[in-house]
């Protein structure tokens, strides 16, 4: 017998020409919706105790419409959700919390709202505090309380019976790396005892690290099943949209590429995948960006690129006015805005030739960075200047922090540069035993 | 039905923390903290008494005492209090509370038990300063005071019949929400609380017995300030009609419980 079994679940929302007729349906007056709006549909799998179960999905793709039918708090439309076992959801953070009350006060109050007694309550509450880790605070007000307070505290109690099946959505992620190892250490005894988790997150580094399965959700239905790694690398396709993917073969990609890129003078920047809107872009204008390409290992825009392997970053630029010399710039950095890697033609080119450019001239120029860098995502600056390097630069048009870069490295070192340090032991001094 | 009952049974603890919680949170921050609870009842009646009786002058036919209209006022109120509280705070509970109905699975009915639960608690704190201040007015709790009771009992039926019924249609039509203040503070005036029923004009008398809380009001009446056995017939009508009320209030709120939470 499965923990959870979801068979056939689907969700509905029911619209009426008017909400008398929705009334008038509860004294079993048959009167149809107007309009139904389903959420969910079709979705059915099981969950085994001691099994971990992440969930991905876009915004809006039925995550939490799900979870909260699996908690008991919606009613299914059709189909249904079988658990056998005593569930336990931080499905948000601090619910039921009483900001007038104290840690302490909440405590017996969110546990009265899962069902425990005083009594049951009481004789645990030592271990709640002394797993909340917050001092004194335990005993102040919650309105006091910063948000990763209110999660350890919210966790404490979530987990302080251990459940037979604990869903965890999102929640997490306001509290320090501390604490998120402490509760994923937790959770993983709970795992070993035979609790099942279900785990919503948006970093599928999180799920590939907790859950051995996932499933994807799209637009209300089960779009994958299966081991987690494979399920998080088509989520990240679809947010970066790997549709537009295409396979570089030939061995003259770089005249391919630039060809492809060439084809059409359109302002494209905006349309590729990775592209943050929120990019900061300024300039004296006489030349636009119009378009970029990322390629790593034959693959065009991927979703992500593996530490250490070389990037291609192709950019389009249009002239408008005539230039003796331009100087093409590239500039990687941290989501934290930290300066990692920044170069131009004039620098990576070693002094190459200085490229002229006439106005209406369209050039493509390329950038090759192999990815020295940690798991996490990057950001990537485009621009083009016009002048003498040596001298004084004229910006053109740049456009700071235009894309979004995912490195995926599944060995982790700490740091962001990956300085490819090698290792040995270098000779030993041996002891001569006496004999 | 039955599972309902042993919903509640179970999170009992939750009902009873719940209250009290509530009356914490409410005196938090206050120096004077939980005399607060009995501050507040006890100025309302003492301004009524003073005010009333001695200001105003006040007097209520029939009756020799000269705060006999202050009393008669108190006994109106402590009956109107409790419906009026009852109805307002199930009108708006399942708005408030919709954000835990959706994020925490928990049986529903201990909501609408919770607000009874703290309106009784106001009620009786109400209760304590209106016999005190009776008793120093010169009128001494007598055995009537018993049917205070089932008529409170009574008067929650009534109120949590007619609140879960506006509270459930509440979700779906918001417009309730606004309209049902309005026509409570016209009902207020259309009972006999701030007057005698002597003076009321004998036309409009007649539509007095479609007023529900007419009877009960009368019973508080006749048991706090006369002194003297409410009249058990029309009370009893009452009462059907109150767990009538609160049975299709039951019904309504079970009917509803799931589409509720899609509403909200």
Redesign the interface.
């Known amino acids: 017998m499965s923990l959870v079994n979801v068979s056939n679940l689907g969700k509905a929302?029911?619209s009426y020409r008017s909400?008398w007729q929705?009334?008038a349906r509860?004294?079993f007056i048959p009167l149809k919706p107007s309009a139904e709006h389903w959420i969910l549909e079709g979705v059915s799998f099981t969950i085994e105790a001691g099994e971990a179960i992440g969930i991905v999905g876009k915004n809006g793709a039925g995550k939490s419409t799900l979870l909260?039918m699996i908690?008991?708090?919606?009613?299914p439309t059709q189909g249904n959700v079988q658990i056998n076992g005593r569930?336990s959801?931080i499905?948000?953070l601090g619910?039921?919390f009483?900001p007038?009350?104290t840690g302490r006060?909440n405590v017996?109050?969110v546990a009265?709202?899962?069902?425990?007694?005083?009594e049951q309550i009481e004789a645990v509450m030592p271990e709640i505090e002394a797993f909340a880790e917050i001092g004194e605070y335990f005993d102040s007000?919650v309105r006091t309380y910063s948000s990763g307070m209110q999660m350890r505290i919210a966790f404490a109690v979530a987990t302080a019976f251990r459940p037979d099946v604990l869903i965890v959505d999102e929640a997490l992620s306001v509290g320090d790396a501390y604490f998120q190892a402490k509760c994923y250490k937790r959770i993983s005894e709970f795992k070993e005892q035979g609790t099942a988790l279900i785990l919503v997150s948006h970093s599928p580094g999180d799920v590939v690290k907790h859950c051995e399965r996932a499933i994807m959700l799209k637009d209300g239905r089960v779009e994958m099943d299966g081991p987690s790694r494979d399920v998080t690398n088509r989520y990240l396709d679809e947010l970066f949209g790997k549709k537009a993917q295409l396979k570089a073969v030939s061995a003259e990609v770089d005249q391919q590429l630039s060809e492809q890129m060439l084809a059409s003078d359109a302002d494209e920047f905006h349309t590729r995948p990775g592209y943050r809107k929120e990019e900061y872009r300024w300039g004296h204008q006489g030349a636009t960006i119009l378009d970029y390409l990322t390629v790593s290992e034959g693959v065009q825009y991927p979703s992500q690129i593996e530490s250490n392997s070389p990037v291609d970053f192709y950019f389009k630029v249009r002239f408008d006015q005539n230039c003796e010399s331009v100087v093409p710039g590239f500039l990687i950095k941290t989501l934290e805005g930290i300066f990692l890697y920044g170069t131009n033609s004039f620098l990576a080119g070693k002094g190459t030739d200085e490229i002229s450019a006439k106005a209406g001239e369209i050039k493509v120029f390329r950038f090759s960075v192999p990815m020295h860098l940690n798991d996490g995502h990057y950001l990537v600056s485009f621009g083009v200047s016009s002048g003498n390097p040596l001298q004084e630069l004229q910006p053109l048009d740049r456009r700071y922090d235009s894309v979004l870069l995912k490195v995926n490295r599944s060995m982790q070192f700490s740091g962001i540069v990956d300085m490819q340090s090698s290792f040995s032991e270098c000779g030993r001094h041996l002891e001569v035993l006496s004999k | 039905m039955l599972g309902m009952l042993r919903g509640l049974w179970?999170?009992r603890?939750?009902v009873?923390?719940?209250i009290r919680?509530e009356f914490?949170?409410r005196f938090?921050?206050s120096k004077l903290g939980g005399l607060w609870m009995i501050i507040h009842p006890l100025a309302q009646v003492a301004i009524y008494a003073l005010i009333l009786s001695n200001v105003l002058g006040a007097k209520l036919p029939g009756i020799d005492n000269k705060y006999a209209y202050a009393l008669y006022l108190m006994a109106g109120m402590l009956a109107w209090n409790l419906f009026a509280e009852v109805v307002s705070r199930c009108l708006s509970l399942f708005i408030e509370q919709g954000?835990?109905?959706?994020?925490?699975?928990?049986p529903r009915i201990t909501l609408p038990v919770i607000v009874v639960g703290s309106a009784l608690l106001n009620n009786l704190l109400l209760f304590i300063a209106v016999i005190t201040v009776f008793a120093i007015l010169g009128q001494s709790p007598s055995v009537q005071m018993l049917w205070l009771l089932p008529l409170t009992l009574a008067v929650i039926a009534l109120a949590v019949g007619i609140g879960l019924i506006l509270g459930v249609?509440n979700v779906?039509?918001r417009d309730i929400g606004q309209v049902v203040p309005i026509i409570l503070q016209v009902w207020f005036w259309f009972t006999p609380i701030v007057y005698s029923v002597n003076i009321i004009p004998d036309y409009i008398k007649g539509s007095l017995s479609a007023n529900p809380m007419y009877p009960i009001v009368t019973a508080y009446h006749d048991v706090l300030v006369y002194e003297r056995t409410p009249d058990l017939n029309e009370a009893g009508i009452i009462t059907v009609v109150a767990l009538v009320l609160m049975v299709i209030g039951l019904?309504?709120f079970r009917?509803?419980?799931?589409?509720m939470?899609?509403s909200l």
């Open positions: 929302y029911r909400e929705r009334i509860w004294f909260k908690t008991g708090t919606l009613q569930i959801a499905l948000e619910m039921g009483n007038e009350l006060q017996l109050h009265g709202l899962m069902g425990f007694s005083s007000h | 179970n999170y603890n939750f009873v923390t719940s919680n914490i949170a938090s921050r954000n835990l109905m959706k994020k925490m699975s928990f249609l779906f039509l019904f309504m009917r509803a419980s799931a589409e939470v899609d």
